[in-house]
């Protein structure tokens, strides 16, 4: 309850206002229980995005050592004096070759357009000179 003095008509007089502080008093502790819920899906939200993070950190850093590694292994492929050759099993397309796979005469974009179902040797045919 509230009360004020005010002049009515010439006459001091007293307003007084009283209201039910019932709703008021619900609505706030509504409220702090709210705050208190959101206090704490704020904190573990922040947990999870911490851990996010650091995954998304380890993630990077395994990325960068996979194609550190990938290209390691593509120079080692292409040195080898020897010829390697990556071929699907299924249908015995090609998938890759190294440089060393040039002594067959064939350039790379043609044997990775063959399928062979089996291995076979490479040796581009001569041609013959017409005499």
Same mark, same amino acid.
């Given at each position: @309850?509230?009360?004020?003095?005010v002049?009515?008509?010439?006459?001091?007089?007293?307003l007084?206002?009283?209201?039910?502080?019932t709703?008021?008093?619900?609505? *706030?502790?509504?409220?702090?229980?709210?705050?208190?819920?959101? &206090?704490?899906?704020?904190?573990e939200?922040? &947990?999870?995005? @911490?851990?996010?993070?650091?995954?998304?950190? *380890?993630?990077?850093?395994?990325?960068?050592?996979?194609?550190?590694?990938?290209?390691t292994?593509?120079?080692?492929?292409?040195? &080898?004096?020897?010829?390697?050759?990556?071929?699907?099993?299924?249908?015995?397309?090609?998938?890759?070759?190294?440089? *060393?796979?040039?002594?067959?005469?064939y350039?790379?974009?043609?044997?990775?357009?063959?399928?062979?179902?089996?291995?076979?040797?490479?040796?581009k045919?001569?041609?013959?000179?017409? &005499?």
């Amino acid at each position: @309850m509230s009360s004020v003095v005010v002049e009515v008509d010439g006459e001091k007089a007293a307003l007084n206002v009283a209201r039910d502080a019932t709703q008021i008093k619900e609505n *706030e502790r509504a409220l702090d229980e709210a705050r208190q819920w959101l &206090s704490v899906q704020v904190k573990e939200l922040t &947990s999870t995005q @911490m851990r996010l993070r650091a995954e998304i950190a *380890e993630r990077e850093i395994a990325e960068r050592l996979a194609t550190e590694r990938e290209a390691t292994l593509r120079k080692i492929f292409q040195a &080898s004096p020897d010829v390697i050759t990556v071929r699907r099993l299924s249908d015995g397309r090609y998938l890759d070759i190294n440089r *060393e796979f040039s002594f067959t005469g064939y350039s790379r974009e043609e044997i990775l357009r063959i399928r062979h179902p089996h291995p076979r040797r490479f040796r581009k045919p001569r041609s013959t000179p017409l &005499s």
